[in-house]
């Protein structure tokens, strides 16, 4: 039923406690593939850009414009990171891939798993509710909400029971 899952990791313990779901999910389910995700965010830098001057004048760079940056440190990084993951999934018998995706995580993750044919994506889920969610955001509500895909959201070990 679950043919191709999708696990957004971001480095930390608490999103790899959905490791021994997915696991689990993968042997008896019959999944084809598991693949790992992690999104870093882009930097907006700033590059000055020639202004038009007509034939015969000097170019002036006075335009300031806005550019996305990406940072090939982070994105090495995330790419070892599920490369280590990924090594200890096969070793269980999981056929993985991985893939690091850059932008805002939740838009990335709902538009990756949509284009991609994915069947479920199975994160963690701090636990916060009320104020707290509120002021730190939840990556996980945001892709509950605008996914199209089913969501299997593992509530980490030690987070707070929902009001």
Known sequence: ?????????????????????????ARSCGTREVILVSVTEGITGYKAAPEYKPPGQFLQLRTVSRVPVAVGKKQGQAQRYLGRIAKRLRSKGIEVRSEVLLGNPAQEITSFAEHDGVDLIVMASHGRSGLSRWA??????????????????????GSLPGI
């Open 136 to 157: 730190s955001g939840s990556v996980a509500e945001r892709v509950f909400r605008a996914s199209s895909v089913p969501v299997l959201m593992v509530k980490a070990p």
């Open 1 to 25: 039923m679950y043919e191709k899952l999708l696990v957004p990791l971001d480095g930390s313990k608490l999103a790899e406690c959905v490791l021994p779901h997915v696991e689990e999910l």
